[in-house]
């Protein structure tokens, strides 16, 4: 069973910071991708930034120059660095694994951005 424990969500003021973690614990076989997802009140979820172990990290293009996520895949962590935060990144994020059989989501952690 393979668990993701996230952390370090709140709430921020515009142009503040904050720092997700995500750790993965149990029987993982060889993981291929590893990163954060988000979704906000009555969107879609989407792709926020990805590690994917045959070609590097990807951003959203909303993200770009603000997040930065560092990864530790012998480890099972990933750390997204929050930076220049906007009222528009308010989202629940959620840590993704991906494997060759199957893929596995944290339960999320609420961003909040407001004045």
């Known amino acids: 069973q393979v668990q993701l424990a996230e952390s370090g969500g709140g709430l921020v003021q515009p142009g503040g910071s904050l720092r997700l973690s995500c750790v993965a614990s149990?029987?993982?076989?060889?993981?291929?991708?590893m990163g954060w997802y988000r979704q906000a009140q009555g969107k879609d979820r989407e792709m926020v930034a990805m590690?994917?172990?045959?070609?590097?990290?990807y951003y959203a293009d909303s993200v770009k120059g603000r997040f930065t996520m560092s990864s530790d895949i012998a480890k099972n962590t990933v750390v997204l660095q929050m930076d220049s935060l906007r009222t528009e990144d308010t989202a629940v994020y959620y840590c993704?694994?991906?494997?060759?059989?199957?893929?596995?989501w944290g339960q999320g952690t609420q961003v909040t951005v407001s004045s």
């Open positions: 149990g029987t993982i076989y060889s993981i291929y991708a």
């Open positions: 590690f994917m172990s045959n070609s590097g990290t």
């Open positions: 993704n694994l991906g494997t060759i059989n199957e893929e596995y």
